[in-house]
């Protein structure tokens, strides 16, 4: 065979295997960037010690009409409505008093300390699960 030729034939297989592993990287690398799905989130576990520990329990004890001890009393909400829309953290009352600013009155909880973005992050990822009474 002729010299250039099998030079030819070498540099379009290499090409091939090259592009091939290309191909293969750019699939392995887009899964390894996909975020695990979350994992589920309790309401009793999780988000009431929450309520429980930045004193939500005694401020909103009927304050505003709104109780905050179960997730029935979250769904059925205050005076501005519910606080949780399950399945829609953006459109939930809640999610928005905890950032700043808040739509109306002080940003929750009042005066502080406010609560740290992991914890905000996890009542919206309980909120975009449904909002599970778990």
Partial sequence: MNKSFVGVILGFATVLVLDGCTDMGVESDLKVHLSPPTAEISFQTNIK???QTYG???CHGGSGG???QTVAQLLKGGDHGPVIVAGKADSSII???L???PPF???MP??????PDSTRTMIRD????GAKNN
């Fill in 49 to 51: 010690p929450i309520f």
């Fill in 56 to 58: 939500c329990n005694g």
């Fill in 66 to 68: 709104l109780f905050v």
């Fill in 95 to 97: 999610i928005k008093k």
């Fill in 99 to 101: 950032s700043s600013p």
């Fill in 105 to 107: 009155g002080e940003r």
């Fill in 110 to 115: 009042q005066g502080g300390p406010y609560l």
């Fill in 126 to 129: 309980w909120i975009n699960q």
